[in-house]
């Protein structure tokens, strides 16, 4: 039997399953903070993060996205002290090494999807993170770049206290925002 032709632009010939690319994806938070008197931004990051996306570029409304698994333990920022205390005091990863999202829904997918042309899309699902489960919607830009390759970056912005995250005292830190702006910045190819 002869493989179906693919349509003028390549695209509608069913639904591939992208996997993010690790090397060329991040997940990162952002928090701000008033440092020794000055304000900072502190990022931290790791390319530790895996998932899955099924998508038929020619009917992308019947888009799936797969569980997201970020490593809690990888995640750094630029100071050691710091690193320590994210991953033994807040987000406790002896105890909870990964930090999961489990999509639900998709809301905002186009009928047709263009290669090089950005989507706008929300997806809805529970974050969990140190055991505690919250139901967030994650704005998300994604691109498909090829019939293989997808780009994304989606945005988040919680409230540390509603996972009971707790930011420990430190003497040269004067206050931190109570919320935090998690981004999974990625890569997806099809295998």
Same mark, same amino acid.
């Given at each position: 039997?002869?493989?179906?032709?693919?349509?003028?632009?390549? $695209?509608?010939?069913?639904?591939? /399953?992208?996997?993010?690319?690790?090397?060329?994806? $991040?997940?990162?938070?952002?928090?701000?903070?008033?440092?020794?008197? +000055?304000?900072?931004?502190?990022?931290?990051?790791?390319?530790?993060?895996?998932?899955?996306?099924?998508?038929?570029?020619?009917?992308?409304?019947?888009?799936?996205?797969?569980?997201?698994?970020?490593?809690?333990?990888?995640?750094?920022?630029?100071?050691?002290?710091?690193?320590?205390?994210?991953?033994?005091?807040?987000?406790?990863?002896?105890?909870?090494?990964?930090? +999961?999202?489990?999509?639900?829904?998709? &809301?905002?997918?186009?009928?047709?999807?263009?290669?090089?042309? +950005?989507?706008?899309? $929300?997806?809805?699902?529970?974050?969990?993170?140190?055991? $505690?489960?919250?139901? /967030?919607?994650?704005?998300?830009?994604?691109?498909?770049?090829?019939?293989?390759?997808?780009?994304?970056?989606?945005?988040?912005?919680?409230?540390?206290?509603?996972?009971?995250?707790?930011?420990?005292? &430190?003497?040269?830190?004067?206050?931190?925002?109570?919320?935090?702006?998690?981004?999974?910045?990625?890569?997806? /190819?099809?295998?």
């Amino acid at each position: 039997a002869e493989e179906p032709a693919e349509n003028a632009e390549g $695209q509608g010939t069913g639904t591939a /399953v992208y996997e993010i690319d690790p090397a060329r994806s $991040q997940a990162r938070f952002t928090i701000n903070e008033v440092l020794r008197g +000055t304000p900072t931004s502190v990022v931290g990051a790791t390319n530790n993060l895996g998932g899955q996306i099924a998508l038929d570029l020619g009917d992308p409304g019947s888009a799936q996205v797969g569980t997201i698994l970020i490593n809690a333990r990888d995640i750094t920022t630029d100071n050691d002290f710091r690193n320590n205390a994210i991953a033994n005091k807040i987000l406790l990863t002896n105890d909870h090494e990964f930090i +999961t999202f489990e999509p639900t829904s998709i &809301a905002g997918l186009p009928d047709s999807a263009v290669i090089g042309e +950005t989507y706008n899309v $929300q997806i809805t699902g529970d974050l969990t993170i140190t055991g $505690q489960t919250r139901e /967030v919607t994650f704005d998300t830009q994604v691109t498909p770049l090829s019939e293989t390759e997808l780009a994304g970056l989606a945005a988040l912005d919680i409230l540390y206290a509603d996972f009971g995250l707790i930011i420990p005292f &430190a003497r040269s830190v004067e206050s931190v925002e109570d919320n935090v702006l998690l981004e999974l910045d990625f890569i997806a /190819v099809t295998q």
